[in-house]
């Protein structure tokens, strides 16, 4: 019997695919595992047991992920689960950002009470909200993984000229790239090039305040931006100097903070990306199958923190091992074991070995190396 604590609500479609094996409550002592969504665990003291944290989610910004590979415990993510809502939400910001639908909105509320006046004030008003068409604007994008993509195409399909920009886009995200997408070098080329610019990446030291004074300076006049990714990839008081200039025509975002708010020409969304019954459905079931198939198979997909290590299952038994990146190591001790499959990788400074043996194997030898983390046999 597995136990697996949530500490958010976790949708149902998820939580019945772990079977009778598994309990799951919002209360659990020494977990196996845990399932979270927004909640910090930052500051949380981990079990013995413990050996996976799945975020239904793709940001695991309130998860220490670095203590939790010192101690062997895998952190998962959803890549991809709930892209198709941030891109219905971006595609939104796009036209938000453009039409002056939300001023328009509240204007309109102000004519209540004036009767059969209300449509005549709102053809004398109305000029006041003329805003352009996305249609044969340039849309820059910024990350090209499984929002960025969506949008892009997405953009595409509307009429846009759309370019991006990722270091790191795979292979199969690029065969996915409508052809009309242009590649770009570098972010900046991005920045300057585009009349609207979208970011789908992560926060990290190396992207926060990616758009600063200094990026936006090199960017057009009027250029609308949209951060929908992450909190701390734009700089709020650089925004906010570049909109009252005109130098920014307008700046949406799903991160709100005391700056932004109330601010003209600033669109605040209280974190609504991933806010649909399908997103928490497609979430809840991926982080759920991820932690099944590692705490019964010793498979990792998706993690963010060790290696994504997947072997069929042969042989007797499987054993499982979290160490340091010295695989070396591992292959000794196994010297008079029958080994049947064994694959190992690395991320970082941390991999992972599985290995399929006919027979036992010495799980208490493999344990005593040096800079073995974690042994499991299943």
């Not at 598994?22 to 659990?28: E, K, P, Q, T």
């Not at 020494?30 to 909640?39: C, E, K, M, T």
């Not at 044969?136 to 953009?155: P, Y």
């Not at 972010?187 to 609207?196: F, G, H, I, L």
Request: one cysteine or more; charged letters at 25%; hydrophobic letters at 45%.
């Amino acid at each position: 019997m597995y136990n697996v604590l949530k500490l958010n609500k976790i949708a149902a479609i998820g939580t019945d695919r772990l079977g009778a094996d598994y309990s799951c409550a919002d209360s659990v002592e020494n977990p196996d595992a845990i399932l979270v969504r927004s909640a910090s665990m930052l500051d949380m003291e981990f079990g013995s047991n413990l050996l996976a944290i799945a975020r239904a989610g793709a940001g695991t910004n309130n998860i220490p992920k670095d203590k939790c590979a010192e101690q062997g415990i895998v952190v998962f993510n959803t890549p991809g689960a709930n892209a198709n809502a941030v891109k219905e939400l971006v595609l939104a910001g796009l036209l938000l950002s453009s039409r002056k639908v939300v001023e328009g909105i509240e204007w309109a509320k102000t004519l209540k009470g004036n009767g059969d006046a209300v449509g005549k004030m709102v053809e004398k008003g109305k000029s006041q909200f003329v805003g352009p068409e996305i249609m044969g604007k340039t849309l820059g994008v910024i990350g090209l993984g499984a929002i960025g993509i969506l949008v892009a195409n997405a953009a595409d399909a509307l009429g846009m000229k759309v370019v991006g920009f990722d270091p790191f886009v795979s292979v199969p995200n690029a065969l996915r790239l409508n052809p009309d997408v242009t590649l770009l070098k570098s972010a900046e080329e991005v920045m300057t090039s585009c009349d609207y610019l979208t970011i789908h990446v992560p926060l990290t030291p190396e992207t926060k305040d990616m758009v600063d004074a200094e990026t936006i300076a090199k960017m057009k006049d009027g250029v609308r931006i949209l951060n929908y990714s992450r909190d701390g990839l734009v700089n709020a008081d650089a925004v906010l100097e570049a909109l009252k200039s005109g130098k920014v025509a307008k700046y949406v975002t799903d991160f709100g903070n005391d700056k932004l708010l109330c601010e003209e020409n600033v669109i605040v969304l209280p974190h609504l990306g991933a806010s649909t019954p399908e997103s928490e459905d497609n979430c809840a079931v991926m982080a759920c199958d991820q932690v099944k198939e590692y705490l019964e198979n010793g498979n990792i997909i998706n993690s963010v923190n060790y290696p994504a290590v997947s072997l069929p299952r042969s042989g007797d038994k499987r054993i499982c091992v979290m160490h340091k990146n010295v695989p070396e190591r591992i292959s000794d001790a196994l010297s008079g074991v029958t080994v049947v499959g064994m694959l190992t990788k690395n991320r970082g400074d941390y991999a992972y070995t599985i290995v399929d043996v006919k027979g036992d194997a010495d799980a208490d030898k493999l344990a005593a190396v040096d800079g073995v983390i974690k042994v499991r046999v299943l």
